[in-house]
C-alpha cells in the first residue's frame, strides 16, 4: 500500500543553519504531497503542498521539491530560527482516494540559540 | 480563519469505560477525519466522513466508532476503552476532499 518514509529524529541545529528532512513515498498513481508543521502543544497546520511532478511548494522560508523519478519530498530551510523547533510531518495524498492522508512517522527539530 | 474545537485537551479515563471524544468546525466543511498520533507511527486514520450520517474507515477502525448527526460535529467513541488506545487524538476538516485538512488542537487521553 501507500506510505510515506521519513528521517528520524530528532534533529538539533544551531540557529541560522542549513536544514534538510528528507522524505520519501510510495503511491500508485500520482498523490499530492504535504509538509505539515505541529508546534508544540498544538495541531498540525499546513506548511506547504505540491500536486504534481517537479512541483515547488514553498512557505516561511521553506521550501520542497515534489520529484517523481526519485519519490522524493525533501523539506529544506536556508536559515533556521529557534522558532522553527516543532515536529515535522510529510504526508501523501493518493489520487482518487478521497481525502485521505498518509503521514510520515514525523521529524522533531530543535534549533539552539 | 477555520477554526477546529477539541472539546477537551486532557481526559483520563479507566479500561471498560465508553469515552466520546467530540470535534466541531465553524466553517461548514464537507470533510472530518479523526487520527491518532503515537511517537515513531505518525498520524493513523481512524474514520473519516463526508457527509452527515455517513462514515468510512480508515487503517485503524477496530475498537472505535464515529458519529455524525450534524455537518459541523463529528464525535469519535470508544466503546469499551482498552490501556492500548491511550493515545493523542487529532480531528481534522477539509472543505472538499482535494483541499488541505484542517487540524484541531487534540486531545491527550489516558486509559487507565
Known amino acids: 500500500g501507500d506510505s510515506v518514509t521519513q528521517m528520524e529524529g530528532p534533529v538539533t541545529l544551531s540557529e541560522e543553519a542549513f536544514l534538510t528532512i528528507n522524505c520519501t513515498y510510495t503511491a500508485t498513481g500520482y498523490p499530492s504531497l504535504f509538509w505539515y508543521v505541529q508546534y508544540p502543544g498544538e495541531g498540525l497546520q499546513l506548511l506547504l503542498k505540491?500536486?504534481?511532478?517537479?512541483d515547488k511548494g514553498s512557505n516561511k522560508g521553506f521550501e520542497a521539491t515534489y520529484r517523481k523519478e526519485t519519490t522524493s519530498f525533501h523539506l529544506e530551510k536556508g536559515s533556521v530560527q529557534v522558532s522553527d523547533s516543532a515536529v515535522y510531518f510529510c504526508?501523501?495524498?493518493?489520487?482518487?482516494?478521497?481525502?485521505?492522508?498518509?503521514f510520515g512517522q514525523g521529524t522533531e527539530l530543535s534549533v539552539k540559540p | 480563519d477555520v477554526k477546529v474545537t477539541q472539546s477537551s485537551r486532557y481526559l483520563v479515563k479507566r479500561t471498560g469505560e465508553k469515552v466520546f471524544l467530540e470535534c466541531v468546525q465553524d466553517?461548514?466543511?464537507?470533510?472530518m477525519f479523526w487520527y491518532r498520533q503515537d511517537p515513531g507511527l505518525g498520524l493513523r486514520l481512524i474514520y473519516f466522513s463526508y457527509d452527515v450520517k455517513m462514515k468510512e474507515k480508515g487503517d485503524i477502525p477496530e475498537g472505535y466508532s464515529v458519529s455524525r448527526e450534524k455537518k459541523e460535529r463529528f464525535s469519535l467513541i470508544l466503546e469499551s476503552a482498552s490501556t492500548n488506545q491511550t493515545s493523542m487524538y487529532l480531528c481534522?476538516?477539509?472543505?472538499?476532499?482535494?483541499?488541505?485538512?484542517?487540524f484541531g488542537d487534540g486531545t491527550r487521553l489516558s486509559i487507565l
Open positions: 481534522a476538516s477539509s472543505l472538499q476532499v482535494n483541499q488541505p485538512q484542517h
Open positions: 505540491a500536486t504534481k511532478a517537479d
Open positions: 466553517m461548514d466543511h464537507e470533510n
Open positions: 504526508a501523501l495524498r493518493a489520487y482518487n482516494q478521497g481525502g485521505k492522508l498518509i
